[in-house]
């Protein structure tokens, strides 16, 4: 009976410290131990030049592929718009987009400048009437 009570005492012990501590971590952020990591999206959109041919808006897919290998950038993920259902605040105008995430805004600013990058923009650039880009931080 006393092996009961001890083991019954200790998890109620157990979890009052539990539920106290998540209680003082969530609202005393010196006490919390897991700090939330800023990431930073680079989202991209591009419109195609209505005159290339269909091999040459395959071609531009290598832009991508390109930026695919170099530094800083990770997760890169290209596509077309989705065939989602029309509505008015859908914009399905674009050729192509593509984003990639990034540790740091100074990796992020880093990456723009690499001379590899700035090669590859200017390699394809001829493809694309315009250009939109997105940048973001999340918590």
């Known amino acids: 009976m006393e092996r009961r009570k001890f083991l019954f005492q200790s998890a109620k012990a157990s979890a009052f410290l539990l539920i106290s501590g998540n209680l003082l971590a969530n609202h005393l952020p010196m006490f919390n131990p897991i700090k939330k990591k ?4 680079h989202y991209l959109l591009f419109w195609l030049r209505k005159d290339l041919s269909e091999h040459e808006v395959k071609e531009f897919e290598n832009f991508f592929e390109g930026l695919k290998k170099l530094p800083y950038q990770k997760n890169l ?6 065939d989602s259902s ?4 859908l914009d399905s105008s674009f050729t192509y987009n593509a984003s990639m995430e990034f540790d740091s805004l100074e990796e992020l600013e880093a990456y723009g400048k690499l001379p590899e990058h700035l090669a590859l923009v200017q390699q394809y650039k001829p493809f694309f009437d315009r250009m939109l880009v997105y940048d973001t931080v999340y918590n």
């Open 38 to 41: 800023k990431m930073y999206f």
């Open 86 to 89: 029309p509505r008015s605040v």
């Open 77 to 82: 993920r290209y596509g077309k718009p989705a």
